[in-house]
T-cell receptor, first 111, second 115 residues
Framework: EDQVTQSPEALRLQEGESSSLNCSYT??????LFWYRQDPGKGPEFLFT???AGEEKEKERLKATLTKKESFLHITAPKPEDSATYLC????????????FGRGTSLIVHP | NAGVTQTPKFQVLKTGQSMTLQCAQD?????MSWYRQDPGMGLRLIHY???????DQGEVPNGYNVSRSTTEDFPLRLLSAAPSQTSVYFC??????????????FGPGTRLTVL
């Protein structure tokens, strides 16, 4: 059974205080690992897809990295507008259309 | 483009009532899906479709029906609502090929309460 564990569950940062969110996964053949951002009362918004260990992707203050067991979402010098819940999901290879999502990390950035 | 739209935004049902949650997308995506999101749990896939006339079960399909008669629309039907179906429901779509094949777009959600 595929599993995705995100940590921490909640994170409070001061504006400008860099940190990382973790997504540990177990899957029988990874087709892709996905990061989403979800604001309160809204649907998830796609951020990144990572396909192989060693891959990195960046978008503004966010940088996602991938190893064979986990992914990190690094947030550099966060701003209050980065406050959101960040979701991680994995898709198994072999034609499966059913992703496994983690429970998310709730990030609050204080000004 | 409107992207993925869902109606209604909120709905309250009594146990045993039926209803249809509507989902539409204007991006010509082959793949559409329905998820439910419950507190303390990750998003869980209910049903999905890879094209008009093709649907399949996800992780938690019991109590829900879907059909896909057009590329644009993918309604979710609750046949006999139960309190356990109280949740926030999200529809999503993505293309199945091309450079953006893994970019999934979510709708704004429908918050459903079953009394």
């Amino acid at each position: 059974e595929d599993q995705v564990t995100q940590s921490p569950e909640a994170l409070r940062l001061q504006e400008g205080e860099s940190s990382s969110l973790n997504c540990s996964y177990t899957v029988s053949g990874l087709r892709g690992l996905f990061w989403y951002r979800q604001d309160p009362g809204k649907g998830p918004e796609f951020l990144f897809t990572l396909y192989s260990a060693g891959e990195e992707k960046e978008k503004e203050r966010l940088k996602a990295t991938l190893t064979k067991k986990e992914s990190f979402l690094h947030i550099t010098a966060p701003k209050p507008e980065d406050s959101a819940t960040y979701l991680c999901a994995v898709h198994r290879s072999g034609g499966s259309y059913i992703p496994t999502f983690g429970r998310g990390t709730s990030l609050i950035v204080h000004p | 483009n409107a992207g993925v739209t869902q109606t209604p935004k909120f709905q309250v049902l009594k146990t045993g009532q039926s209803m249809t949650l509507q989902c539409a997308q204007d991006m010509n995506h082959e793949y559409m899906s329905w998820y439910r999101q419950d507190p303390g749990m990750g998003l869980r896939l209910i049903h999905y479709s890879v094209g008009a006339g093709i649907t399949d079960q996800g992780e938690v399909p019991n109590g829900y029906n879907v059909s896909r008669s057009t590329t644009e629309d993918f309604p979710l039907r609750l046949l006999s609502a139960a309190p356990s179906q109280t949740s926030v429901y999200f529809c999503a779509s993505r293309p199945l090929s091309g450079g953006t094949a893994d970019t999934q777009y979510f709708g704004p959600g429908t918050r459903l309460t079953v009394l």
